[in-house]
């Protein structure tokens, strides 16, 4: 009987990206016997830059954030959108000042190479009082009548041991350790976003107004968007986020695709002209799958492990956080009640509604492009989409926000101004 068993922990965390790590540590910080598994060893290549500045409260929260600014990461300001038709170098912008946060002094977050995050905040975990164990694979979760009891976990040299927890962490990321284990995975056929994207130096930097921005540009007909963030070392993460088919139909290789989107936008153009590529290009999925229980008897998903929406509007990194967040309240409860089940019920449903919510938005701002140009240039309609973007997305005040602003969005676009030339400065 699992009443009877000797627990190695009482709870097992299956990954160390930012997800695991972060909850990991707000677990042990709070007394929970926690054992963080990482298959990798940190620091580890792992693609990804940017995080929304809604998260800075769960990393002041994990007393991080002293960490991250001695790392000397980019400081992060704003966002800047430009249309095909726009002036070079013209952008119509969003500054994270315009709208402060209420929940904290900052008004910027960051630009940062993920496998120092990553690498930070495994070690930020370890000295609040986790257990991390690196170079061990979990190869399958044990289940005993319905239940999560353990983890099957694999050195490389093939030597397994099996690890029995209360609750058990799928923090695995697009391995979807759970997921696939349990059929849960599924296509979602709401996305077909394919993201290529690498590091250049000798990128040509914004005009003044927009230095540590992200740039955005605007792709025309097929709704595509690139980006442009500036790293540490005088490096530049740039990147494009297209229709999946695009490529297959363009027969080109990466570099050439990629070319070929760069021409659709002069001022795109003008950013790499002088560029050369320091690191290969990555070609990945924007969010080609979803699953259908973030939790269960005895186990939680959290981060990648349950989607992945889009790289330009920092939802990795905020799910990542949030979700794991709103699990350390579902464990803590779980444990100290002896009674998980009711718990983990509300953790599905809120990050179900957090999740979806989010997804609709962003494929509404691809959808929307022109109409995007034109929130970020309202002052009234800008506040409303900067909330929508960086506010907590697993509160129900912003899921009301969010659906005002895509219901504004999905006006007949015909019946506006039409505002594609991006005139702000």
């Known amino acids: 009987m699992t009443s009877a068993r000797e627990y190695d922990a009482d709870v097992i965390v299956?990954?160390?990206?930012?997800?695991?790590?972060?909850?990991?540590?707000?677990?042990?910080?709070?007394?929970?016997?926690?054992?963080?598994i990482e298959k990798d060893i940190h620091p580890r290549e792992h693609s990804g830059e940017l995080i929304a500045p809604s998260t800075t409260s769960v990393l002041e929260?994990?007393?991080?954030?002293?960490?991250?600014?001695?790392?000397?990461?980019?400081?992060?300001t704003g966002t800047a959108w430009n249309a095909p038709s726009s002036p070079p170098w013209r952008f119509a912008e969003m500054r994270l000042s315009d709208v402060p946060d209420e929940g904290t002094e900052r008004s910027f977050t960051y630009n940062m190479e993920r496998d120092e995050l990553d690498a930070i905040l495994l070690r930020h975990a370890h000295e609040l009082g986790a257990k991390v164990l690196q170079g061990l694979e979990a190869r399958a979760v044990i289940f005993e009548d319905g239940r999560a009891v353990g983890v099957r976990a694999q050195v490389s040299d093939g030597w397994e041991r099996d690890l029995f927890a209360r609750i058990v962490v799928d923090g695995s990321g697009g391995g979807c350790l759970l997921a696939d284990q349990l059929g849960l995975k599924r296509n979602d056929p709401s996305s077909d976003r394919l993201c290529l994207s690498a590091w250049f130096e000798g990128a040509k930097e914004p005009p003044p107004?927009?230095?540590g921005f992200t740039l955005a540009y605007l792709l025309g007909p097929s709704h595509g968007l690139a980006w442009q963030t500036p790293l540490r070392k005088g490096r530049t993460s740039m990147g494009v986020v297209v229709g999946e088919e695009d490529l297959l139909r363009s027969g080109e290789d990466p570099d050439g695709f990629f070319s070929s989107l760069v021409r659709r936008n002069a001022t795109f153009t003008d950013a790499l002209k002088d560029a050369t590529r320091v690191r290969p290009f990555r070609v990945g999925e924007g969010s080609a799958y979803a699953i259908d229980r973030y939790a269960g008897p005895g186990w939680i998903v959290v981060g990648d492990a349950l989607r992945f929406d889009d790289p330009?509007?920092?939802?990795?990194?905020?799910?990542?956080?949030?979700?794991a967040l709103s699990a350390q309240g579902t464990i803590t409860e779980a444990l100290r009640t002896g009674d998980s089940d009711e718990s983990i019920e509300r953790y599905h449903t809120q990050l179900s509604i957090g999740v979806d919510v989010r997804r609709d938005l962003i494929s509404t701002l691809y959808e929307r492009q022109t109409v995007l140009i034109e929130e970020a240039t309202s002052p009234h309609h800008r506040e409303r989409l900067v909330r929508a973007l960086h506010a907590d997305p697993y509160q129900s005040e912003t899921w009301a926000l969010s659906q005002a602003v895509m219901e504004h969005l999905k006006d007949d676009p015909s019946e506006r101004v039409e505002a594609g030339s991006g005139s702000t400065s």
Do not use: C, N
């Open 14 to 36: 299956v990954g160390g990206g930012p997800a695991g790590s972060t909850l990991a540590g707000l677990l042990a910080r709070d007394g929970v016997r926690t054992l963080l």
């Open 312 to 323: 330009i509007f920092s939802s990795g990194v905020d799910l990542a956080l949030f979700s």
């Open 209 to 211: 107004p927009y230095v």
């Open 61 to 76: 929260g994990l007393a991080v954030l002293e960490k991250l600014d001695d790392a000397g990461f980019v400081h992060k």
